[in-house]
């Protein structure tokens, strides 16, 4: 309804601080950003804390519902991930960075998480071995047949934090998945 326009990201990363009344607040920042990300936390009247995310324990959560990537996100609060909405997006990250662990949606449009298993395969077993899958039951023949025939861990909608943990540790070396900051 109502829109204002700035000169820069700064200006905007301050003027929603400030707009959500966030005030001597902690407010954690990545470390790889510019300066000036912490600049708008520091003059909004908060607290800067750097948080950093280790490559060798980075989860890519891949959902195209925006609403379940978001509940996963909070779900991980505290482990570094890196959110994308479809499997497409996932294969670009994954070309960038090495994850630790993929939590994946089974069922999406355009390219399905079993489409992306495939390619991880492609890279090598290692890589694929790495994923949990989420599903929220809609199964098709294809869905049945992938699963019977792929030794994977997959996970059914709604899931606690608990299980996901718990999955993901069953996916990844003793201790290899643990909150970062710094």
């Known amino acids: 309804k109502y829109c204002i326009a ?6 905007a990363l301050e003027i ?3 707009a959500l009344e966030i005030e001597d607040a902690s407010v954690i920042v990545p470390t790889n950003t510019f300066l000036a990300t912490a600049f708008a936390v520091i003059h909004s009247g908060n607290q800067v804390i750097f948080a950093d995310s280790d490559p060798e324990t980075l989860c890519l959560t ?6 379940v990537l978001e509940s996963l996100v909070r779900t991980l609060k ?9 499997a497409k997006e996932a294969v670009r990250a994954y070309a960038t960075q090495d994850y630790d662990v993929v939590l994946c949606d089974l069922m999406m449009p355009e390219m399905s998480g079993m489409d992306l298993y495939d390619e991880l ?9 790495k994923v949990v899958f989420l599903t929220g039951g809609a199964f098709t023949t294809r869905a049945e047949d ?3 025939k792929n030794p994977v861990v997959c996970l059914h909608k709604p899931v606690s934090r608990d299980e996901v943990l ?9 201790s290899a ?3 970062k900051t710094i």
């Open 6 to 11: 700035v000169s820069n990201g700064t200006a």
């Open 16 to 18: 929603i601080l400030r």
């Open 62 to 67: 891949v959902d195209d519902d925006a609403l």
């Open 78 to 86: 505290g482990y570094p991930t890196h959110a994308v909405a479809s």
């Open 121 to 129: 395969l492609r890279l090598g077993r290692e890589h694929a071995d």
């Open 146 to 148: 992938f699963l019977a």
């Open 166 to 174: 718990k999955a993901i540790a069953d996916v990844l070396p003793e």
């Open 177 to 179: 998945f643990r909150p």
